[in-house]
C-alpha cells in the first residue's frame, strides 16, 4: 500500500472533497492494483493506476512537496514482465491567478464594461501577482492609433504647418503599459501575453507565461450624415468677373446663394456629456489646386500645389480655431444645434501684378477634401474624422475681343457622397484663397 501525502509550505494539505481549486485531495492508492488508469481533472494516470492528484493555490505560499511511503526500490533488470521493480514520477503543471487587463481612461458601465468615446486616450496594464515582463500586446477593433498631431511648436492654433497621423507600431505594443486612442466607434479586444518572473528556488525555474484579453466599447458621437448642395460655376457680375461656383442654397434656412453649402450636427452623448464635458467639433477642409490666368501681354500666373493636397486656409475652415461648434445637448436628452457653413472658389478677373497687363483667359480646377472632425471632452484627446467628402469645380473663361464680353467653357461642379469615419486628414503646407 503506498500513501501520497502533499504538503504546502511544509504543513499538510487540507483534504477536499475532490480535488479542484483548493489545497488538495491525498487519494490513495495501492501500486501493485492491475486495472485501467485512473483520471482526475482531465489527466491520465498513464499505464498504470494514479496515487494521488492535488490542485493548489498560492496561499498559503509557494513551495509544494509530494512524497510516497514506502519508498519503492528501482532495478535496473526489472521490466514491467518480470513482476520486479517499480517507478514513482511527479508531474506538476503551473499557473497563476488572478491575472487580468486593467484599463484606465475608461468609464464603466453599470454592468461593469469598459466603455471609451472616439478620440480619448487608454492605457492598460497586466495585473498579475508575480512580476511581469516580455509583453506582447494586440488591440483589435476601433481603429486604434498612437498619436495624431494638428501643428507643431511654435504654430498659431488656426495656422498649423502640419497634420501628423502615426499608428501604433510593434515597439508600442511591447511596452509594459501601451497607450492609444480609436478613431472609430466597435467594440475592442484587447490581449497580452506575457512571462511571469518566477522567485528564485521556487518551481518552475522559467518564467511563467501567460496570455489574457479584455474587451472595450467604442462609443462615438451622435452624428447626422452631412446634408450637401453645390451650385455651378458661373461668371459673375460685374461682366469682368469673377468666375466662381456659385447658385447652391444653404440646406438649414434655404436661402444665400452660394457655391456649396453644408449642414452637420454632432453631440456627445451622455454618460459622457454629464460626467467630462460636451466637447467640439469643426470643418476642416484640404485643398489641391490648379489656377492659371492668362494676360493681354501673354504673360501668364499659373498657382498649383503640385497635384498635393494642403491645408484650405485656416483650422478649421470653419469655425477657425481655437473655437470650434459646441458637441454638448443643448437639454438633456436633446442634440446639440446644428451647424452650417460652406466654400465658393473664385478668380477675380484683374491685371497682372507685375506688368498691368489685363486678363485674357482664366481656367480652374479645384478638387477639395471637407472633413468633420470630433474632440471628444477630456484632457487627454485627440481629433478623429467622422465624415469626408470629396468635391470638385472647374470652369473655363476667355475674353471674346470682338463682342467685348466673357465667353464659359468646360465647367462642372460635383460632389461625391460622404464616408464615415475615414482616415485623419494629414497636410505639410497651407495655401490660402486664390
Same mark, same amino acid.
Given at each position: 500500500?503506498?500513501?501520497?501525502?502533499?504538503?504546502?509550505?511544509?504543513?499538510?494539505?487540507?483534504?477536499?472533497?475532490?480535488?479542484?481549486?483548493?489545497?488538495?485531495?491525498?487519494?490513495?492508492?495501492?501500486?501493485?492494483?492491475?486495472? /485501467?488508469?485512473?483520471?482526475?481533472?482531465?489527466?491520465?494516470?498513464?499505464?498504470?493506476?494514479?496515487?494521488?492528484?492535488?490542485?493548489?493555490?498560492?496561499?498559503?505560499?509557494?513551495?509544494?512537496?509530494?512524497?510516497?511511503?514506502?519508498?519503492?526500490?528501482?532495478?535496473?533488470?526489472?521490466?514491467?514482465?518480470?513482476?520486479?521493480? =517499480?517507478?514513482?514520477?511527479?508531474?506538476?503543471?503551473?499557473?497563476?491567478?488572478?491575472?487580468? %487587463? =486593467?484599463?484606465?481612461?475608461?468609464?464603466?458601465?453599470?454592468?461593469?464594461?469598459?466603455?471609451?468615446?472616439?478620440?480619448?486616450?487608454?492605457?492598460?496594464?497586466?495585473?498579475?501577482?508575480? /512580476?511581469?515582463?516580455?509583453?506582447?500586446?494586440?488591440?483589435?477593433?476601433?481603429?486604434?492609433?498612437?498619436?495624431?498631431?494638428?501643428?507643431?511648436?511654435?504654430?498659431?492654433?488656426?495656422?498649423?504647418?502640419?497634420?501628423?497621423?502615426?499608428?501604433?507600431?510593434?515597439?508600442?505594443?511591447?511596452?509594459?503599459?501601451?497607450?492609444?486612442?480609436?478613431?472609430?466607434?466597435?467594440?475592442?479586444?484587447?490581449?497580452?501575453?506575457?512571462?511571469?518572473?518566477? /522567485?528564485?528556488?521556487?518551481?518552475?525555474?522559467?518564467?511563467?507565461?501567460?496570455?489574457?484579453?479584455?474587451?472595450?466599447?467604442?462609443?462615438?458621437?451622435?452624428?447626422?450624415?452631412?446634408?450637401?448642395?453645390?451650385?455651378?460655376?458661373?461668371?459673375?457680375?460685374?461682366?469682368?468677373?469673377?468666375?466662381?461656383?456659385?447658385?447652391?442654397?444653404?440646406?438649414?434656412?434655404?436661402?444665400?446663394?452660394?457655391?456649396?453649402?453644408?449642414?452637420?450636427?454632432?453631440?456627445?452623448?451622455?454618460?459622457?456629456?454629464?460626467?467630462? #464635458?460636451?466637447?467640439?467639433?469643426?470643418?476642416?477642409?484640404?485643398?489641391?489646386?490648379?489656377?492659371? %490666368?492668362?494676360?493681354?501681354?501673354?504673360?501668364?500666373?499659373?498657382?498649383?500645389?503640385?497635384?498635393?493636397?494642403?491645408?484650405?486656409?485656416?483650422? #478649421?475652415?470653419?469655425?477657425?480655431?481655437?473655437?470650434?461648434?459646441?458637441?454638448?445637448?443643448?437639454?438633456?436628452?436633446?442634440?446639440? @444645434?446644428?451647424?452650417?457653413?460652406?466654400?465658393?472658389?473664385?478668380?477675380?478677373?484683374?491685371?497682372?501684378?507685375?506688368?498691368?497687363?489685363?486678363?485674357?483667359?482664366?481656367?480652374?480646377?479645384?478638387?477639395?477634401?471637407?472633413?468633420?472632425?470630433?474632440?471628444?471632452?477630456?484632457?487627454?484627446?485627440?481629433?478623429?474624422?467622422?465624415?469626408?467628402?470629396?468635391?470638385?469645380?472647374?470652369?473655363?473663361?476667355?475674353?471674346?475681343?470682338?463682342?467685348?464680353?466673357?465667353?464659359?467653357?468646360?465647367?462642372? @461642379?460635383?460632389?461625391?457622397?460622404?464616408?464615415?469615419?475615414?482616415?485623419? /486628414?494629414?497636410?505639410?503646407?497651407?495655401?490660402?484663397?486664390?
Amino acid at each position: 500500500m503506498a500513501a501520497w501525502n502533499a504538503t504546502w509550505n511544509g504543513s499538510a494539505a487540507a483534504p477536499q472533497a475532490k480535488a479542484d481549486d483548493g489545497l488538495g485531495f491525498p487519494e490513495q492508492d495501492t501500486v501493485t492494483n492491475a486495472g /485501467p488508469p485512473e483520471t482526475e481533472q482531465g489527466q491520465s494516470g498513464g499505464s498504470g493506476p494514479v496515487g494521488a492528484y492535488y490542485s493548489v493555490q498560492q496561499n498559503p505560499g509557494w513551495e509544494f512537496s509530494v512524497t510516497c511511503n514506502p519508498t519503492v526500490s528501482l532495478s535496473a533488470s526489472s521490466s514491467a514482465n518480470s513482476g520486479g521493480g =517499480g517507478s514513482v514520477q511527479v508531474v506538476y503543471s503551473a499557473s497563476a491567478s488572478p491575472v487580468t %487587463i =486593467g484599463l484606465t481612461g475608461v468609464i464603466t458601465d453599470s454592468s461593469g464594461k469598459s466603455h471609451v468615446l472616439v478620440g480619448q486616450g487608454v492605457t492598460a496594464v497586466l495585473n498579475a501577482p508575480l /512580476p511581469s515582463m516580455g509583453y506582447s500586446w494586440s488591440i483589435q477593433g476601433g481603429n486604434p492609433f498612437k498619436d495624431y498631431e494638428v501643428g507643431k511648436a511654435g504654430d498659431a492654433p488656426s495656422q498649423p504647418s502640419q497634420a501628423v497621423y502615426t499608428p501604433l507600431g510593434a515597439k508600442d505594443l511591447a511596452l509594459p503599459t501601451p497607450h492609444w486612442y480609436y478613431a472609430k466607434p466597435d467594440t475592442s479586444t484587447i490581449s497580452c501575453t506575457a512571462l511571469l518572473v518566477v /522567485p528564485l528556488g521556487a518551481l518552475p525555474f522559467f518564467p511563467l507565461p501567460v496570455s489574457v484579453s479584455t474587451q472595450c466599447v467604442v462609443d462615438g458621437p451622435m452624428v447626422a450624415q452631412p446634408v450637401i448642395t453645390i451650385g455651378t460655376m458661373q461668371l459673375m457680375t460685374p461682366v469682368n468677373g469673377p468666375l466662381e461656383l456659385w447658385g447652391a442654397l444653404d440646406p438649414i434656412n434655404h436661402h444665400q446663394p452660394f457655391g456649396t453649402w453644408w449642414e452637420e450636427q454632432v453631440t456627445t452623448p451622455d454618460p459622457y456629456a454629464t460626467q467630462q #464635458g460636451g466637447g467640439g467639433w469643426n470643418f476642416t477642409q484640404l485643398v489641391n489646386v490648379s489656377v492659371s %490666368i492668362t494676360y493681354q501681354d501673354n504673360t501668364t500666373l499659373n498657382v498649383t500645389t503640385n497635384g498635393a493636397y494642403w491645408l484650405d486656409n485656416t483650422f #478649421g475652415y470653419a469655425p477657425e480655431a481655437p473655437n470650434t461648434y459646441s458637441a454638448a445637448p443643448v437639454a438633456p436628452g436633446k442634440p446639440a @444645434a446644428p451647424q452650417e457653413n460652406g466654400d465658393a472658389p473664385e478668380i477675380i478677373f484683374g491685371h497682372s501684378a507685375q506688368t498691368g497687363s489685363p486678363c485674357v483667359s482664366a481656367s480652374l480646377n479645384d478638387a477639395f477634401k471637407t472633413y468633420v472632425l470630433y474632440l471628444p471632452p477630456g484632457n487627454d484627446v485627440k481629433w478623429v474624422a467622422l465624415w469626408m467628402w470629396t468635391w470638385s469645380c472647374r470652369g473655363q473663361a476667355d475674353y471674346d475681343t470682338l463682342t467685348g464680353s466673357w465667353l464659359l467653357s468646360n465647367t462642372n @461642379a460635383q460632389f461625391q457622397q460622404p464616408t464615415a469615419y475615414p482616415s485623419q /486628414p494629414t497636410w505639410n503646407a497651407i495655401f490660402g484663397n486664390h
